[in-house]
C-alpha cells in the first residue's frame, strides 16, 4: 500500500476510540455543553497556535511540502473565542493540563525530529477538513450563534472541494520520500496525537481513564488477532 494508505490504515484504532470518548460521542448525538465547548475551543487555540508556528518555522521539507494556509485554524478560533468570551477574551485564556503536554510534544518533536509534525499536520487538519461539516452543523443547531458568529473554527473558504483537497494532500503524503523507519515513525506519531487529542476531550469531562482503556483494550485485540498467542502471554500497556 501507499504510505498515506498505511497511515489511515495503521491509526484507524486510534480513531475509532478518539471518536468514542464521552465528549466526541455526545457531540455527535447533539449534546454540546456551552462551558465544555468554550474550554474546548481554548485549548484548541494553543494547539493551533503551537502547532502552526513550529510549522512556519521549520526548514524540515516534509513539513513544508504538505503545509497549506488554507488549513490553518488559529484566526478561525481566534474570531470564535471573542464571541464566546468576549472582546476581552486573550485574558480569559487558560491551557488545561492536557493542553500543555500537547502543545509541549509539538514543540519537542520541532527542535528533535521536526518530520513529525506530519503525523499531527495530518490528525488534526484532515479531521477538521473531514468531519467539520457536520461537527458545525451540530453546533449551530445546539449553541445556535448568530450568522456568522462562533463558527469559524469550521470554515475553509480557500478549500471549495474537500475531497480534491484531501486526495492532493494523500498524494503529497505518497510522495515526501520517506523510508520505511520515517514512515513507522509517522504512524506511531499520529497515534500519539490521537492520544493527546483524546486527553483533552477527556479531560474536560473526566474520562481520560475508560476511553484510553477501551484504546489498550482495541490494541489488544488486534494484537492477538495476528499473533494467535496463547493465555500465558500478559499484556502490559500501551505507549
Known amino acids: 500500500m501507499s504510505f498515506s494508505a498505511d497511515l489511515k490504515e495503521g491509526t484507524k484504532e486510534s480513531h475509532s476510540a478518539a471518536e468514542n470518548t464521552k465528549f466526541v460521542a455526545s457531540f455527535l448525538r447533539g449534546v454540546v455543553d456551552y462551558e465544555e465547548y468554550r474550554k ?21 521539507p516534509m513539513v513544508q511540502a504538505i503545509r497549506s494556509e488554507s488549513l490553518e485554524r488559529k484566526e478561525g478560533i481566534e474570531r470564535d473565542l471573542e464571541y464566546y468570551y468576549g472582546a476581552d477574551w486573550k485574558e480569559k485564556q487558560i491551557p488545561s493540563d492536557a493542553c500543555n503536554k500537547y502543545c509541549h510534544r509539538i514543540n519537542e518533536i520541532a527542535e528533535e525530529s521536526p518530520y513529525l509534525l506530519v503525523a499531527h499536520h495530518y ?8 468531519g467539520g461539516k457536520i461537527l458545525k452543523e451540530i453546533t449551530a443547531r445546539v449553541l445556535k450563534p448568530p450568522a456568522g458568529k462562533g463558527l469559524d473554527f469550521y470554515e475553509f473558504p480557500s478549500i471549495p472541494n474537500a475531497k480534491l483537497f484531501k486526495q492532493n494532500y494523500r498524494a503529497c503524503l505518497d510522495n515526501l520520500g520517506t ?4 514512515e513507522n515513525a509517522l504512524i506511531a506519531e499520529a ?12 479531560e474536560i469531562q473526566g474520562n481520560a481513564t475508560k476511553s484510553f482503556l477501551r484504546l489498550a483494550l482495541s490494541y489488544l485485540g488486534s494484537f492477538a488477532k495476528e499473533m ?12
Not at 42 to 53: A, G, I, K, L
Not at 196 to 201: A, S, V
Request: contains cysteine.
Open 40 to 60: 474546548l475551543l481554548t485549548n484548541f487555540y494553543y494547539v493551533y497556535d503551537t502547532m502552526e508556528q513550529r510549522i512556519r518555522e521549520t526548514e524540515d
Open 123 to 130: 490528525t488534526r487538519y484532515i479531521g477538521d477538513l473531514s
Open 179 to 182: 523510508t520505511v523507519p520515517q
Open 191 to 202: 497515534n500519539y496525537a490521537f492520544e493527546l487529542n483524546m486527553n483533552m476531550f477527556d
Open 228 to 239: 494467535t498467542v496463547s493465555k500465558r502471554y500478559r499484556y502490559c500497556g500501551m505507549l
